[in-house]
């Protein structure tokens, strides 16, 4: 199960990375490069941090369907009308194949709750993050009040509350990857957002440190 949810992951991860490259403008070997590193960095950490062999090394083929995603996008971008919305909702798309990826490849481990949160957010989050700063952009993990890791811990978490309740594996991954998607979608398309800290002036008669 989370062998295929690592491949899926990897093809629209890569589809991400590629897009945010021709925004970059950069070369086909550049576009291969970011689509690589957004496929699976955030499944490379994770599988560092669950101490097993990295997926990507374990089946070499991933790196293959990145490449693929890549090279689509290089000679198709041009075609799109915006290719940041599309980007927005792949991202979107993306995060919810992920995050089921980590908690089933924690799960499947037998890790403990905690560790199944820690293992769907990095696997959702990480790549993306990877992705927009080494080109430059606003990370699409951190923009103000967007749901991104929230909805990512909330899928997890709708995974684990499943898990506990008996419902089996392949329902606690649907409903982490409903919850994400809904989420972020959501936050997309409705504007739900968090609080954002809003800083206030200092009182006239506060005591200066």
């Known amino acids: 199960m989370d062998r ?46 669950l101490d097993r062999e990295v997926f990507w090394i374990a089946d070499p083929m991933m790196l293959l369907v990145a490449s693929a995603a890549a090279v689509v996008v290089f000679f198709a971008a041009h075609r799109l009308e915006s290719r940041y919305r599309v980007l927005l909702w792949l991202d979107a798309f993306a995060l919810a194949v992920a995050v089921p990826a980590g908690v089933a490849a924690a799960m499947g481990l037998g890790q403990s709750w905690p560790i199944v949160l820690v293992a769907g957010m990095v696997t959702g989050c990480m790549g993306g993050l990877m992705r927009d700063v080494v080109c430059n952009e606003v990370p699409l993990v951190l923009k103000q009040g967007e749901l991104y890791v929230s909805a990512a ?57």
Do not use: M, N
């Open 153 to 209: 811990f909330a899928g997890a978490v709708a995974a684990v509350v499943a898990s506990a309740l008996g419902l089996g594996l392949q329902v606690a991954l649907t409903l982490c990857a409903a919850a994400t998607l809904i989420l972020r979608s959501g936050s997309l398309y409705l504007g739900w957002r968090l609080p954002v800290y809003k800083a206030r002036p200092p009182r006239p008669d506060a005591p200066k440190r």
């Open 4 to 49: 295929a949810l690592d491949y899926a992951s990897v093809a629209v991860f890569g589809l991400t990375g590629a897009l945010v490259a021709s925004r970059s403008q950069l070369d086909i070997v550049g576009f291969i490069f970011i689509a690589c590193l957004t496929a699976v960095g955030g499944g490379t950490l994770r599988d560092v941090i």
